[in-house]
């Protein structure tokens, strides 16, 4: 009869090299964000979604905006660009505020200054043209901002600083 532990100690030995194996592995799908340099912003799970949903606004009025000046539509860009300005920053909770990077916030707030900026442009002067200066100083805070920041989940914080 104890012969037959052999077998089933090698069985686990071999168990338990395959899960090393399969965690060797997941954590080598992690060393993937090791070689991001960005800052990886820690968040709980819904601030995150929160963060992400405004994110696709944001992308939602860039588009409209766009095909607002093809249109030539005025009253499409400064609707789109309201959508995200200054005040659609209000709703978002204290909690999360204190969980960004000071850089962070100035350059999200700068974000939505600028599409309010934008819909005072192309208001005051009546003409879509008068969007594009404007949004290609909103695209330069997309572009700057993701190539600094990235976002983790608390519970899954590896790899963040
Ligand atoms: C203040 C920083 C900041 C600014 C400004 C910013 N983003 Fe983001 N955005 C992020 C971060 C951080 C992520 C998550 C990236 C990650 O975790 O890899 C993100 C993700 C996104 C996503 C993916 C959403 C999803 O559901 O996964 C989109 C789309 C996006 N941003 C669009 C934009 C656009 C368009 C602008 C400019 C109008 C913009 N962002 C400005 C920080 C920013």
């Given at each position: 009869m104890k012969n037959c532990v052999l077998p089933w100690v090698l069985a686990l030995g071999f168990a338990l090299l395959s899960a090393g194996m399969a965690y060797q592995f997941i954590l080598r799908g992690n060393t993937l964000t090791l070689v991001d340099q960005r800052v990886a912003v820690v968040l709980s799970a819904e601030e995150r979604a929160l963060v992400l949903s405004e994110m696709r606004d944001f992308l939602d009025s860039v588009r409209e905006i766009t095909q607002g000046v093809v249109e030539q539509d005025t009253a499409t860009i400064v609707r789109a660009a309201r959508a995200v300005g200054?005040?659609?920053?209000?709703?978002?909770p204290a909690s999360l505020m204190g969980k960004l990077p000071f850089e962070f916030k100035a350059l999200g707030l700068k974000t939505h200054s600028a599409f309010d900026e934008l819909a005072l442009n192309v208001e005051q002067m009546?003409?879509?043209?008068?969007?594009l200066p404007e949004l290609g100083k909103v695209l330069n805070n997309c572009v700057a901002c993701h190539a600094t920041y990235r976002l983790a989940i608390t519970e899954n914080a590896q790899g963040s600083p």
């Open positions: 200054r005040e659609s920053a209000q709703g978002v009546n003409s879509v043209e008068s969007a």
